[in-house]
């Protein structure tokens, strides 16, 4: 599999320091990152897509006289004009995936409620698609394995021939990787902001194998890194709890053929998926603390925030001041950690005025991995900007993108400002998802614990169950956070 600079990729309006209002750059051959532009503010830009085509990608730059010769969808499959957001969902058995990848489609034709549960009310009532209404484009990408077992595959296979079940889930990757692709293909082409619900993603095949048997698939697949298989590409991964943890009494497989797990194996199973997905940067964990409804309101509520339409959900703190970065040989044996080195650079903006946005700004992060040698064997890249209303909302919208437009962009960084670097620390504890960000540059004496919690549209949020092993100083406000710890505050030269 290739590096994310490695791919194929046309340059974007952002790259040639072109007007974002204009029409599609001209298809040209990158020029080189070292020449600096002046690029305008990517706000009201859609050009930044959030991966390069894998499929049809390699080889050199066609000739210009071959690209004239392109029918518009070719040209949008290479330089897709509006961003794709790839999500996956996944989870235990019987933790909602299936009703959520529905009801995010019902939800798009008008919202969620009592009378928006079935199928037949869509049908009967010809709603008019939510998402698409704002311009979206849905398409959902089915589970491989479930393919394979209502067409013909029996369970019996798995144990079958000695190594049957690596050879299963190595065609349940190929299998993925291909309608993925192809569904993405059928976005871009389409040339118009789009949405790929992933019922479940590449990750989730580690938790059904050995760890000997996973390094093997990712070796023969030449995979350097387990990011290009995760947050290198997906934009979020939704993670269900079974409910056989915490909802045991409606636990059932009827609405599944492809599923057999008692309670007890659905809940190990769970933990190896949620596991699994360690170490993407925006893993949501979806427990049972409230009614399926509820649960399924906040899947697309989350899913709303993700690609940028309004949310009733509220920003709550989630951040608390540690008092040390902490000792990792004192996490418990089954905490699973994984640890990444972060570069976060701001970039130069041409200051605006609007009328309801009191401050923006925008970044670029390397984000490399960091293996159990302490070495770094990979990295991704993405964009995020960030814009803050007069009412105190904070909207950001983030994309992965490639080695080579980090490189590019990286020129255009705000020489008011520092570099920040951080190493930042990923675990689960108690069925929620925390980050450590231990600051290494411009300063190194702070070390701030994120905490994923659940809120509501009142605004409050659930508790935070924090970790024994760590040693909190405080709980940080938003405005401190913002004020003194923040990477935007501190990257600031003084």
């Not at 946005?357 to 390397?366: A, D, G, H, N, Q």
Request: hydrophobic share 35%; net charge negative; with cysteine.
């Amino acid at each position: 599999m290739k590096e994310m600079g490695d791919e194929y990729e046309i340059p974007t309006k952002m790259e040639q320091g072109g007007s974002t209002a204009s029409c599609r750059p001209p298809l040209v051959p990158p020029r080189s990152p070292s020449r600096r532009t002046s690029t305008p503010s990517p706000f009201a830009s859609t050009e930044l897509s959030t991966r390069r085509l894998r499929s049809n990608s390699g080889g050199p730059m066609p000739h210009e006289e071959y690209l004239r010769n392109l029918t518009p969808a070719e040209m949008n499959s290479i330089a897709p004009p509006a961003p794709i957001y790839k999500i996956v969902l996944t989870g235990g058995p019987c933790g909602g995936k299936t009703t959520a990848l529905a009801r995010c489609l019902l939800y798009t034709a008008g919202g969620v409620g009592p009378d928006r549960h079935r199928p037949k009310s869509l049908v009967d009532a010809h709603l008019s698609p939510y998402l698409r209404e704002r311009g979206f484009e849905v398409i959902t990408c089915p589970e491989s394995f479930s393919l394979l077992v209502t067409n013909g595959m029996s369970f019996d296979y798995l144990g079958a021939v000695e190594g049957m079940s690596d050879i299963v889930q190595d065609t349940v990757m190929d299998m993925q990787i291909g309608l993925e692709d192809g569904f993405e293909r059928v976005l871009r082409a389409r040339g118009r902001p789009s949405v790929l619900l992933c019922d479940r993603g590449l990750m989730d095949g580690s938790a059904y194998m050995s760890t000997e048997s996973w390094s093997r698939l990712l070796d023969k697949r030449d995979v350097r890194c387990v990011s290009e298989l995760r947050e290198g590409r997906y934009n979020a991964v939704f993670h269900l709890v079974t409910a056989a943890e915490g909802a045991e009494q409606f636990y059932t497989l009827e609405n599944n053929a492809a599923r057999t797990e008692t309670p007890d194996e659905a809940r190990r199973v769970d933990h190896m998926t949620r596991n699994a997905w360690v170490g993407h940067p925006n893993l949501v964990i979806f427990d049972n603390s409230t009614n399926f409804e509820s649960k399924m309101q906040r899947v697309v509520e989350e899913t709303a925030k993700l690609v940028g339409l309004p949310t009733r959900m509220q920003k709550v703190t989630t951040r608390f001041l540690l008092v040390r970065e902490p000792d990792q040989s004192a996490f418990p044996e089954d905490v699973t950690c994984h640890l990444f080195d972060v570069e976060k650079v701001y970039l130069y903006e041409e200051k605006r005025s609007l009328e309801n946005i009191s401050e923006e700004y925008s970044f670029i992060r390397k984000r490399s991995n960091i293996n159990t040698e302490g070495n770094i064997e990979g990295s991704v890249y993405g964009w995020t900007a960030v814009q803050k209303t007069r009412d105190g909302q904070v909207i950001e919208t983030k994309r992965i993108i490639t080695k080579r437009e980090y490189n590019s962009l990286f020129n255009n960084r705000d020489k008011s400002r520092h570099v920040v670097r951080q190493k930042r620390i990923s675990f689960l504890w108690n069925i929620q998802s925390f980050t450590i960000h231990v600051y290494l540059a411009p300063v190194s004496d702070i070390c701030i614990l994120h905490a994923q919690v659940r809120s509501s549209p009142d605004g409050t949020g659930e508790k935070v169950d924090i970790p024994p092993f760590l040693e909190v100083e405080k709980e940080l406000s938003a405005s401190e956070e913002d004020e003194r710890y923040g990477a935007y505050h501190i990257s600031l030269k003084v």
